[in-house]
T-cell receptor, first 109, second 112 residues
Framework: GNSVTQMEGPVTLSEEAFLTINCTYT??????LFWYVQYPGEGLQLLLK?????DKGSNKGFEATYRKETTSFHLEKGSVQVSDSAVYFC????????FGAGTTVTVRA | DTEVTQTPKHLVMGMTNKKSLKCEQH?????MYWYKQKAKKPPELMFV???????INESVPSRFSPECPNSSLLNLHLHALQPEDSALYLC???????????FGPGTRLTVT
């Protein structure tokens, strides 16, 4: 089945810094890819998605591009805010969602 | 409306109790899911219902019993749980089982 590997962190940044969270996947085909975000004490929220190679998902200033050649789906944001502090999960879909381990991001004012 | 609701928000139960978790969505989604999430870990799939039929059971112990009374509702019946079953239980739904999933806020379960 599919699997996802993402940098585990924790990642601590200052406000307005650039954020990158690396995510790579292994799959027999071309799975749909997702980033979910989990704020403290809450469920998961879909942040963005991409369903085929070279698709770029974007939402709330976050972006990720489906790279078939490197089997990657790295998450980026150009200028983070304190409110972006959360756990970020990369996921791929085969017959089920396979999640990465999660990356805890803390943004300091 | 992309909301999945779950009740209760918190639940404390003894090992001999029987309780139920409830999940509801009104997005017309035809697939619904139960996940278990331990602290600082990703969610783990437990069950999938597709068009009100159980399609996936990820080898979950029988002390967890899912039920899908209709296309909007999903229950998880709990009986004779163990302390290690304490976790956040998340419900999710999707248009069908190939589309993106939308998660509820979860039920924080503590087994004493």
């Amino acid at each position: 089945g599919n699997s996802v590997t993402q940098m585990e962190g924790p990642v601590t940044l200052s406000e307005e810094a650039f954020l990158t969270i690396n995510c790579t996947y292994t799959a027999t085909g071309y799975p749909s890819l997702f980033w979910y975000v989990q704020y403290p004490g809450e469920g998961l929220q879909l942040l963005l998605k991409a369903t085929k190679a070279d698709d770029k998902g974007s939402n709330k200033g976050f972006e990720a591009t489906y790279r078939k050649e490197t089997t990657s789906f790295h998450l980026e944001k150009g200028s983070v805010q304190v409110s972006d502090s959360a756990v970020y999960f990369c996921a791929s879909y085969d017959y089920k969602l396979s999640f990465g381990a999660g990356t805890t991001v803390t943004v300091r004012a | 409306d992309t909301e999945v609701t779950q009740t209760p928000k918190h639940l404390v139960m003894g090992m001999t109790n029987k309780k139920s978790l409830k999940c509801e969505q009104h997005m017309g989604h035809r697939a619904m899911y139960w996940y278990k999430q331990k602290a600082k870990k990703p969610p783990e799939l437990m069950f999938v219902y597709s068009y009100e039929k159980l399609s996936i059971n990820e080898s979950v112990p029988s002390r967890f019993s899912p039920e899908c009374p209709n296309s909007s509702l999903l229950n998880l019946h709990l009986h004779a749980l163990q302390p290690e079953d304490s976790a956040l239980y998340l419900c999710a739904s999707s248009q069908d089982n190939t589309y993106e999933q939308y998660f509820g806020p979860g039920t924080r379960l503590t087994v004493t």
